[in-house]
């Protein structure tokens, strides 16, 4: 690791009213794993967007040297021609077509007449897919496979560029973590090939375990990069956040009151498919003050219980009953569960959360228009005010609430999407993933205002693939398996171990 | 609401911000360049209304010809309206030319062949027009079939009845009142004179209106902090929206007067105007077409918009069948024809996106004036109406083509 594949020199990008990056240096060696850590915002994905073409040359200013040659990429394309290929944060596989033809689009394997060779086309798609230890049919349409799957396509899909140099932007923030595991495993064994990578994550445990080198940024500068030996979590999030974290968790002293909602026999079946129950006789209930989590692996249904519950925004045939403060509520539809207080934030916040051609203003306000109503008409003027309190108390960073919320980093987007539904001030709020994407500086501030909640007398519900994060800020822990409650753990009791015993626990065959 | 202090905003870290002198001078470049952008299509009218000034030796605007663009244009105005609003909820309206011609042959059933009062005759089609609307909204809404099938058979349906109601005859000669709704005018009300004083009038209590309620918002909006347009420029552009309007009111004013036409699309714009801008009903058309999915899980009614969207559309369809049969004092079997053409070409060249979200009332007005001035400029120079059809459809994709140019560079990605 004596010569660098890659060296970014004085990069300086600007978008009207932020300074996005400001001269960043960024050396990568050759055959190195490499990572890239920052808070929400910092400037991680802009920088890779630099470096990948997607912002052309002469958008940018400094120069990047790849292979000691001077690159000036007009386009992805570009880059790509050179191995350069990114995966960005949010995947763009087209979910109608097959692996095969995902992983060849605009690279088709071409025979006669230009026409595409479909049998060369699986075969080579075959390959690669072994390549990346993913055991699908290249001709499964990339729709019925779960993240994890899609994410080795994406990897696949690079490889049949012949990638020497691999961006993984957050590429496990949203797998569980046997996903995960597989995907670093395959990082490194992309290494031992002399493929490169980059890496952006907010998950320190798994950069540590896989970098050789960890830079880190912060308000678009670069601070220091790390070298393996050296790497420690407390060194990264200080240079993160510019001071010392002491805990990850606020300390939480729960008051527990009477019982605030109880979901009693909850079941839903799958929308397409009718006789597959997904949500299986689910009995839960959550106290004022309490936070409560709910463990499970990826497709436990646990965003399908919530969403089932909420308004019915999932699945068919759903039967059970509601009860808040000991009376039977309906929620059949969503605005019928919003007027009973209750609150979903959604973990996928592109597809579900947010109306991204809009402005952080009318986001906030989307699902409570009501207490900014004046005879039908919206007060702006108020709409902004309030907006703009959570701007700064969320700490979203954005030049103004003004600012359309597709241009924000993910992070900052997913504070956009819980301050939605803290204004609209719910009894009981439900969050799915809620530090999904999010730095540590951040989680941190999330938990407080979680903790916040329960104090004020709400009831919260986590929804977390990230026990450590359950455990930290929970009273008391569900386990999902297969559709049903497996388990009930007090937070004395809660270990990783317990935990996964329960969520793993299938059913008792009869 | 809640108190939610965590940790106190910290601006120097929000991304590195630019330095405040730096801001000041930046800002107000900004807030110039962006008003360009937003208004380009402005600019484009004003373009066109010179180029057909000079082609056609000053006819163009000559008053009684820009009375005329008011009426013979309003129809396609007011399918316009209801256009950008379906639009904006990601849907399409294929039907409303049909439903005009529908709409028209029954009001000359009611007015003409039944004899009805002339009121009562408008107000039976609007109704049957809203009826027509309800019919393809609870398609589009309830059942889902997209709106691009449903309208696209209520087109041949509609077409069908109105040719059934007519049975194969011109419906003519509509009571005098009737008529007026497509070119009556309002004028001679205090006497005679070379310039009406009713008009200018009229005007002079629009400019003042609009000026007072614009300082209102801007104080309102300084009161709470908010970042506002330069001075100058507010000032200059007031200045400026006062000359335009003053001169059109001359216009009309040496003319007839105000055409009936005018004062309804008045009334239209104001009223829907303010419905997409500051009503709760609007704000949920724009998040129903930037994402649907969200707009459902924050509780808004989702299928119920779409469908009073729809009903209104069958409303102005009507209206615009109205206006346009009393114009003609004449219900034919083929009123109508390619009226919804102009209405999506309309709200797409006023900025309309056709991913939905994105549109404005004041951009598919300035849309629908300017395939008017096209119309009516091609006309007067004796153009013949196959090359008048293909100058318009260029008009269309170049001012679209503008749009994602200017949207491209603008935004970044
Ligand atoms: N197209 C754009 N227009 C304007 N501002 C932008 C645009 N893209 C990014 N930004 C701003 O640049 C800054 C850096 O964003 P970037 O996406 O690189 O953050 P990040 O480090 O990847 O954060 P996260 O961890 O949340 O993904 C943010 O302040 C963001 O709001
Ligand atoms: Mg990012």
Not at chain 1, 114 to 139: C, F, H, M, Q, Y
Not at chain 1, 285 to 295: C, L, P, T, W
Not at chain 2, 124 to 135: M, P, Q, R, T
Not at chain 2, 233 to 252: D, M, P, Q, S, T
């Amino acid at each position: 690791m004596t010569t660098n594949i890659l060296e970014m020199r004085s990069i300086t990008k600007t978008f009207p009213g932020v300074k996005a990056l400001q001269n960043v240096t960024l050396d990568v060696g050759r055959g190195e794993v490499h990572a890239i850590c920052g808070e929400n915002g910092a400037g991680k994905s802009t920088l890779m967007k630099v470096l990948s073409g997607v912002y052309p040359f002469g958008t940018y200013e400094g120069d990047i040297v790849f292979e000691n040659e001077t690159m000036e990429f007009r386009d992805i394309r570009d880059s790509e021609a050179k191995g350069i290929v990114i995966i960005h944060q949010e995947l763009a596989l087209s979910p109608f077509l097959s692996i095969a033809e995902n992983i060849f689009l605009n690279n088709e394997i071409t025979g006669a007449f230009g026409l595409i060779d479909w049998n060369k086309t699986n075969i080579e798609a075959s390959k690669l897919l072994a390549r990346v230890g993913l055991r699908e049919n290249p001709t499964t349409k990339v729709r019925e496979l779960g993240v994890g799957k899609q994410q080795l396509v994406e990897i696949a899909k690079a490889l049949s560029k012949r990638v020497k140099l691999l961006i993984l932007d957050e590429p496990t923030a949203a797998l569980n973590d046997e996903d995960s595991d597989h995907l670093l495993d395959l990082i490194l064994s992309l290494k031992a090939q002399n493929i490169t990578s980059i890496i952006i994550s907010h998950k320190l445990n798994e950069i540590k375990k896989i970098s050789d080198t960890v830079t880190v940024i912060r308000d678009g500068k670069a601070i220091e990069t790390i070298a393996k030996i050296d790497v420690t979590e407390d060194r990264i999030i200080k240079d993160m956040v510019g001071r010392d974290l002491e805990h990850r968790y606020p300390d939480h002293t729960p008051h527990i009151g009477d019982e605030i909602l109880r979901v009693e026999n909850w079941t839903a079946y799958h929308p397409q498919d009718p006789t597959r129950v997904m949500v299986d006789n689910v009995n839960i209930n959550v106290k004022r003050g309490e936070i409560v989590g709910i463990a499970g692996l990826m497709g436990a249904g646990r965003t399908e219980f919530a969403m089932s519950l909420f308004g019915r925004s999932y699945g068919t045939k759903i039967s059970g009953s509601v009860f808040k403060n000991g009376k039977e509520i309906k929620t059949r539809t969503v605005s019928e569960a919003i007027d009973n207080g209750l609150a979903y934030a959604t973990e996928d916040r592109k597809f579900y959360g947010l109306n991204l051609i809009e402005d952080i203003k009318r986001n906030i306000s989307m699902a409570s228009l009501k207490k900014l109503e004046r005879g039908g008409f919206v007060d702006d003027n108020e709409e902004f005010k309030v907006a703009e309190g959570y701007r700064k108390s969320m700490n979203i960073k954005a030049p103004s609430v003004l600012a359309k919320v597709g241009k924000l980093s993910g992070g900052n987007q997913q504070k956009v999407v819980l301050s939605k539904w803290i204004y609209s001030d719910p009894d009981v709020l439900i969050l799915d993933e809620p530090t999904r994407g999010i730095d540590v500086g951040a989680k941190y501030e999330i938990y407080t205002i979680i903790n916040r909640l329960a104090a004020e007398g709400k009831g919260v519900i986590v929804i977390s693939s990230e026990l450590p994060e359950l455990i930290g800020i929970c009273d008391r822990i569900y386990a999902l398996a297969e559709g049903r409650i497996t388990g009930e753990v007090p937070i004395a009791e809660a270990t990783p171990e317990t935990l996964i015993k329960y969520m793993t626990m299938e059913k008792e065959r009869a | 609401m809640s108190n939610l202090e965590t940790k106190p905003a910290d601006d120097t870290a929000a991304g590195g911000r630019v330095n405040p002198v730096e801001n000041r001078f930046t800002t107000a470049i900004t807030h110039v360049l962006s008003d360009l952008g937003k208004n380009g299509i402005f600019i484009a009218l004003v373009l066109v209304v010179v180029v057909f000034e000079i082609l056609t030796n000053g006819v163009l605007l000559r008053p009684q010809n820009v009375s005329n663009l008011i009426v013979q244009n309003g129809y396609i105005l007011i399918l316009a309206i209801g256009m950008v609003m379906v639009i904006v909820a990601g849907h399409i309206d294929l039907s409303v030319g049909s439903v005009a011609a529908f709409i028209g042959a029954v009001s000359g059933v009611f007015a003409v062949n039944m004899g009805l009062p002339w009121w009562l005759s408008i107000i039976l089609s609007l109704l049957i027009g809203a009826v027509v609307g309800a019919w393809q909204g609870f398609w589009i809404a309830y059942v889902g079939i997209p709106a691009f099938i449903v309208t696209l058979a209520g087109m041949l349906i509609f077409r069908g009845l109105a040719l059934v109601v007519l049975g194969n005859a011109n419906i003519g000669s509509f009571p005098e009142l009737y008529r007026s709704i497509g070119n009556g005018y309002l004028t001679n009300l205090f006497g005679d004179f070379a310039v009406d004083p009713l008009t200018m009038g009229v005007a002079i209590i629009a400019i003042v209106a609009f000026i007072v309620q614009s300082v209102r918002t801007r104080r309102g909006r300084q009161s709470y902090g908010q970042a506002v347009e330069p001075l100058g420029w507010f000032v200059g552009k007031l200045v400026l929206v006062a000359i335009v309007v003053g001169l059109f009111a001359y216009a009309l004013a040496t003319f007839k007067g105000i055409p009936v036409t005018l004062i309804i699309l008045a009334v239209l714009v104001l009223i829907y105007g303010l419905v997409m801008t500051r009503s709760v009903f609007g704000r949920h058309i724009y998040a129903i077409g930037g994402n649907l999915h969200a707009a459902e899980l924050s509780g808004i009614k989702t299928r119920n918009v779409t469908f009073w969207l729809f009903v209104n559309m069958g409303f102005l369809a009507a209206l615009a069948g109205l206006v346009f049969t009393a114009r003609l004092n004449l219900a034919g079997p083929k009123a109508g024809d390619g009226f919804e053409l102009e209405a999506i070409s309309a709200a797409f060249i006023g900025g309309a996106a056709v991913t939905g979200g994105i549109g404005t009332i004041g951009g598919a007005i300035v849309g629908g004036l300017i395939i008017g001035v096209l119309n009516n400029g091609m006309s007067i120079m004796g153009i013949g109406i196959e090359w008048q059809q293909a100058v318009k459809g260029l008009v269309l994709l170049l001012a679209v083509a503008f749009d994602v140019y200017n949207k491209r560079r603008s935004g970044g990605r």
